[in-house]
Nanobody, 117 residues
Framework: QVQLVESGGGLVQPGGSLRLSCAAS????????MGWYRQAPGKERELVAT???????NYADSVKGRFTISGDNAKNTVYLQMNSLKPEDTAVYYC???????????WGQGTQVTVSS
C-alpha cells in the first residue's frame, strides 16, 4: 500500500496563486505517473494535470497556461503551481499515482482549494 499526502491548499483571491505538494510514501513497480485531479461541488472528478517519470506532461485545456506540474522522482513528490486562479478552479484537489495512459491506481485524501474574493 502507498500513502499520498497532499498539502498547500487554502483560500485565495481571484488572480492569486497557490502551490500544491504531494509526497508518496514509496515508489511502486509499474507506476510511472503522478498527477492531480479535482472535484468541484456537484461536478464529476476531472483530470487537472499529470507528469510521467520522464517528465512528459498532460494538462486539461481549462488550466493550460495557468498551471504547471512538476515532479521529483527521487523524492516521489509532485507539485502543482497554480497561477491566475479563477473561482471555477474551486474544488478538492486529489494527488494520484498511475501508469501513464491509465486511470489512477492510488489517490490521496484531497486538499481544498477555494478561489473567492
Amino acid at each position: 500500500q502507498v500513502q499520498l499526502v497532499e498539502s498547500g491548499g487554502g483560500l485565495v483571491q481571484p488572480g492569486g496563486s497557490l502551490r500544491l505538494s504531494c509526497a508518496a510514501s514509496r515508489s511502486i513497480l509499474g507506476i510511472n505517473t503522478m498527477g492531480w485531479y479535482r472535484q468541484a461541488p456537484g461536478k464529476e472528478r476531472e483530470l487537472v494535470a499529470t507528469i510521467s517519470s520522464r517528465s512528459t506532461t498532460n494538462y486539461a485545456d481549462s488550466v493550460k497556461g495557468r498551471f504547471t506540474i512538476s515532479g521529483d522522482n527521487a523524492k516521489n513528490t509532485v507539485y502543482l503551481q497554480m497561477n491566475s486562479l479563477k473561482p471555477e478552479d474551486t474544488a478538492v484537489y486529489y494527488c494520484t499515482m498511475a501508469t501513464w495512459g491509465r486511470d489512477p491506481a492510488y489517490w490521496g485524501q484531497g486538499t481544498q482549494v477555494t478561489v473567492s474574493s
